[in-house]
């Protein structure tokens, strides 16, 4: 075992695998939308730019720097990222604030969401779903009994999430400030907060998201063409109509790799918004519902990797693996949902599949970190005698028991909490 490479060792003298579900699902997204969009993009690319595989290069430049970034990302200490949470918070806000400043916030098809940076274009709400998950995991550790025991600890969050979607509804970035709301419900929910408080939440930001989507006329114009988009297919309901064509042209197996007719020009943002529709259209039914189920799986494990961690009680290991969770469903539900016309359009990228350079640097970068929380996790199982001789590719006998810094000590917190609720927290009944 040891042409193991190096980069797979952990502190601890262990060595561990990555888990194998998670990192197959999210290489053979990549490599499926790297394809995908070469076959999309090469009559526009030839059009604008003169060279077929001007989207497909750039693409490749995307997946080595997400690579590079993956392992950074994955290279860095839980415990780091935890101390982090309020600075990446404060960066996350920077950037949707900046990204609105006319001159550095590029405007395109009438959202200002994208940040020039040389030849390379960042997408601010990208990097603050990212910002939001880490801070509120370790938010949700610090203020764990008080968000399960009191309306204080819930509202909290609350004022950072206002703002950043404040912000992201001044693009405007509707969806993504759908997602983001979804994302960090989900984890105050799955923290421990009281069914009814998140009912009652629930039906407030249902209350919201429906009031912003009538208030400005676009999006009532979408909602109409969402309910019938043949009632005008040449105007409001243009982009959904050429996606359901592309589907019903797909049939069961398709059209074959590279023989859509719906990329030539018909269906905008063919290698973007609407690449599924392409595949769909190539690869046929069969071929779409493969898509869905490597999201299923992708998805799912990393739900059990944070609930995993829950078991474990590192609790910011599992509440950041729920909201990455969260992000990358909501997406992919969003995207695909828009796709086959069950939901109005909105400008939410494919994560992984989809062609746009932040969007794949962030998706990677939390594909990359929960495979460290769960290798961590991994780890700390065998320490404690939890894996035997098999569990494991190979172990060196560890000199001594290391504790994590991010792992929640609940001896030394108890004396700091007070009250009845924080002392049940410490003795372990909030499990």
Not at 90 to 107: K, S
Not at 359 to 373: D, F, N, P
Not at 398 to 422: F, I, L, W
Request: charged share 15%.
């Amino acid at each position: 075992m040891q042409s193991i490479p190096r980069w797979f060792s952990l502190p601890g003298d262990a060595v561990m695998p990555f888990d194998p579900w998670l990192l197959a699902t999210a290489v053979a997204l990549v490599l499926t939308g790297f394809v995908m969009i070469t076959s999309a993009s090469m009559d526009v690319a030839a059009q604008k730019f003169g060279g077929a595989f001007f989207f497909s290069q750039r693409h490749g430049i995307f997946i080595l720097l997400s690579i590079i970034g993956a392992v950074i990302t994955y290279k860095i200490p839980l415990s780091l990222w935890q101390r982090s949470g309020p600075y990446l918070l404060l960066a996350g806000f920077l950037l949707l604030v900046v990204v609105l400043i006319p001159g550095i916030g590029r405007e395109v098809n009438g959202s200002r969401r994208w940040i020039s940076a040389g030849p390379l274009n960042l997408q601010a709400s990208e990097i603050a779903k990212f910002c939001m998950v880490i801070y509120l995991g370790g938010y949700l550790v610090r203020r764990l009994a008080e968000v399960r025991t009191s309306w204080k600890g819930v509202v909290k969050p609350g004022l950072p999430l206002a703002f950043f979607v404040s912000l992201l509804l001044l693009e405007p970035d509707y969806g993504a400030a759908v997602v983001l709301m979804g994302c960090v419900m989900g984890m105050i929910f799955l923290s421990g907060m009281k069914f009814g408080q998140f009912i009652l939440i629930l039906v407030s930001a249902v209350g919201f998201v429906g009031l912003m989507g009538v208030i400005q006329p676009y999006r009532m114009a979408r909602l109409k063409s969402f309910q019938d988009p043949w009632a005008d297919p040449f105007g409001a309901g243009y982009q959904l109509s050429q996606a359901q064509i592309a589907f019903g042209r797909g049939d069961w197996f398709g059209e074959g790799l590279g023989n859509s007719v719906q990329k030539l020009f018909y269906l905008p943002e063919a290698h973007t918004d609407f690449v599924y529709s392409v595949l769909a259209e190539e690869l046929g039914f069969i071929g779409a519902i493969a898509v869905v189920i490597l999201y299923a799986i992708l998805i799912t494990r990393i739900f059990l990797i944070g609930r995993q961690a829950e078991k474990q009680r590192q609790f910011f290991m599992g509440y950041v693996a729920y909201g990455f969770g969260f992000i990358l469903a909501g997406q992919a539900l969003i995207n695909i949902g828009v796709n086959v016309g069950a939901l109005p359009t909105k400008g939410l990228t494919l994560p992984l599949l989809s062609y746009g350079g932040s969007s794949l640097l962030v998706c990677t970068a939390m594909i990359a970190l929960v495979l460290r929380i769960d290798v961590e996790l991994k780890r700390m199982r065998f320490a404690e005698g939890a894996f035997d001789k098999t569990t494991v590719l190979a172990v060196k006998s560890p000199q001594k028991k290391v504790k994590p810094a991010n792992t929640v000590d609940q001896d030394k917190e108890a004396p700091r909490n007070s009250g009845p609720a924080k002392k049940d927290f410490a003795e372990g009944s909030f499990s």
